[in-house]
């Protein structure tokens, strides 16, 4: 007797679909960038610069403004790059062992909701002026977040999926790499997605509060001058950096939790 | 064979209250190449018994011997299938069936041809690439069955595999079962909660009854095999029909004890 195939869900074009489901973001898009021209025309403020200008200020300071944001791309990458390692590392290893989840849980989440800058002065003193000052600061804003995430995600493996395992006399390292570590992921690339806005964040406050570098200098130095253009420029330039930069990440999850049905992504 | 003397098991309560007694004294035979069924009210300890036979839980005391070996954990001669599946949704149903050899360490050609010989035995040839998200359950759990079988057991524990199926998926699966069965006869102990299958499916049937779980009696399907070829005419005999009213009868008496106690022990609670 031979099984009968699932009726295949009625295909609809990939490409109508999604033309179908981003209007309200196009048009949401088009009433912000028209409203903030229009606004900052009949204001005619130098507090509130319509757009045009805002991008006739990015054009102006092109060159800089690259340097500036190479620099910036630098420290959140690195940033970023020991966040992850870090932060994952740990939750797998809390994950992993209850006494060592015990004893770190209540400074990790001390560590989650704290002002991250508070550590700034530290990180100077022991960097100056360096790199890793900010690098550090992106990694105080990032990785609690992650840290977190992983070790729910250990502990939310369903135990029907664990006994198989066992039912299966498989070995630990095999319970981890088969089973654990892809239940876990789809939680563990949730916590990345929350931690890359965080970094973001934690890139320009280090650069315009600790070591005064990249895009976090041209808006600490524009909002001296009081030049609101520049300042919203800036803020043009680091919106896209972290949509590109959660793009990203979306598509790595993407990749690695396809066997995920479609209504829960 | 699979010897249980005088196991009992008992679990911690929740904060406070006392530990629930999962099975008390069961003393049971499992006889190579039988189908045993194993039928009781729910709770009553059908699958902490079937994890004790599968090395999963530790039994408090007694002995269980699986070829006069004493089961200390899962081991290869056992394979289990579940009543949700376990299916990883992140493998394709080749991966997923090849898992027991995996861990196993068998190497990935071999396993995966075994594997395939296996899918195609529970009927799901073709759909080896397919992601179990993207099957039936009544698929998903041919590709349980696969997975168990796929390691060469000689004893196949089933907790309640067709429980979570729709009436008519259950139908079809109950008869690719016993087609697979009767052809291979790997000693099967199979749990379930329908008096009609446990009939239908077994050579006897172990009736077991809760608070604490222990074995009522066990019964002796007297049907004759093969059934698969004619499951229907089956059903109709009166044979059946005379066996499921015995269960019944036995279940409806076990469930009158059972409210008999909790209105004793409420009335004992309210006296002054
Ligand atoms: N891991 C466990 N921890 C605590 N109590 C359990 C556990 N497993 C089973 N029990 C209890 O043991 C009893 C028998 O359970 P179970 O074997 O699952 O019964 P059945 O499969 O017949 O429904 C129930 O009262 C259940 O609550
Ligand atoms: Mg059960």
Redesign the interface.
């Given at each position: 007797?031979?099984?009968?195939?699932?009726t295949p869900a009625r295909v609809v074009s990939p490409g109508f679909l999604s033309r179908l489901e981003a209007w309200p973001t196009v048009a949401s898009f088009i009433v912000l960038v028209g409203g903030w021209e229009l606004l900052g025309r009949s204001l005619n403020q130098p507090f509130f610069p319509p757009l045009s200008s805002v991008l006739n200020e990015l054009a102006i300071n092109q060159a800089e403004i690259m340097a500036a944001l190479g620099t910036s791309l630098t420290n959140l990458v690195l940033g970023f790059i020991v966040s992850v390692v870090f932060g994952v590392g740990l939750g797998l290893l809390m994950g992993a062992f209850r006494k060592l989840d015990a004893a770190l849980d209540i400074y990790i989440n001390a560590l989650l909701t704290a002002p991250s800058l508070v550590f700034a002065p530290i990180f100077f003193a022991i960097w100056g002026l360096e790199r890793w000052s900010i690098v550090a600061v992106i990694f105080m804003y990032s990785t609690w977040i992650m840290v977190v995430n992983t070790v729910t995600a250990v502990h939310t493996v369903p135990p029907?999926?664990l006994?198989?395992?066992?039912?299966?006399?498989?070995?630990r390292i095999?319970t981890w790499t088969?089973?654990v570590l892809?239940?876990a992921t789809p939680l563990i690339m949730a916590g990345i997605r929350l931690a890359t806005g965080r970094a973001v964040k934690g890139m320009l406050n280090g650069e315009m509060f600790i070591a005064i570098v990249g895009l976090g200098k041209l808006v600490k130095d524009g909002s001296g001058r009081f030049d609101a253009s520049l300042v919203l420029a800036i803020l043009v330039v680091i919106i896209v950096v972290a949509f590109i930069a959660l793009w990203v990440v979306g598509w790595v999850d993407a990749r690695l939790t396809r066997?995920?049905?479609k209504t829960s992504r | 064979m699979i010897e249980i003397k005088g196991v009992s098991k008992a679990f911690p309560g929740r904060k406070g209250s006392e530990p629930v007694q999962a099975l008390k004294d069961v003393d049971l035979i499992v006889r190579d190449n039988e189908f045993l069924t194993v039928l009781g009210p729910s709770g009553c300890g059908k699958t902490t018994l079937l994890r004790v036979i599968?090395g999963?839980v530790p039994h408090d005391t007694g002995e269980v011997l699986v070829d006069g070996k004493p089961v200390t954990g899962?081991?290869?001669e056992r394979?289990?299938v579940?009543q949700?599946f376990?299916l990883?949704?992140?493998?394709n149903v080749l991966t997923n069936v090849a898992?027991?050899l995996?861990?196993?360490g068998v190497d990935k050609k071999t396993r995966e041809l075994k594997a395939l010989e296996l899918i195609e035995m529970v009927?799901?040839?073709g759909?080896e690439k397919r992601?179990p998200?993207?099957?039936?359950g009544?698929?998903q759990q041919?590709v349980g069955l696969a997975r168990a079988l796929a390691?060469s057991p000689k004893v196949l524990l089933m907790d309640e595999p067709f429980g979570a199926l729709d009436e008519q998926t259950r139908r079809?699966l109950q008869?690719?079962l016993l087609?697979i069965w009767e052809a291979t006869r790997t000693t099967v102990v199979f749990i379930t909660h329908s008096m009609e299958e446990a009939v239908l499916l077994g050579d006897r049937v172990v009736l077991m009854r809760p608070r604490p779980g222990r074995i009522d009696q066990i019964l002796d399907i007297p049907m004759a095999r093969p059934r698969s070829t004619h499951l229907d005419s089956v059903e109709s005999s009166g044979e059946f029909t005379a066996m499921v009213g015995l269960l019944w009868s036995n279940l409806r008496a076990m469930h009158s004890d059972v409210r008999r106690a909790r209105q004793a022990g409420q009335a004992a609670a309210t006296k002054p």
């Open positions: 007797m031979a099984a009968v195939a699932p029907e999926m006994e198989m395992g066992r039912a299966f006399n498989a070995p095999k088969r089973i892809p239940s066997w995920l049905p | 599968a999963l899962p081991g290869p394979a289990m579940f949700s376990a990883m949704p992140w493998d898992f027991g995996e861990m196993q009927g799901l040839g759909f992601l998200g993207e099957l039936s009544g698929m041919r390691v079809l008869e690719e087609r």
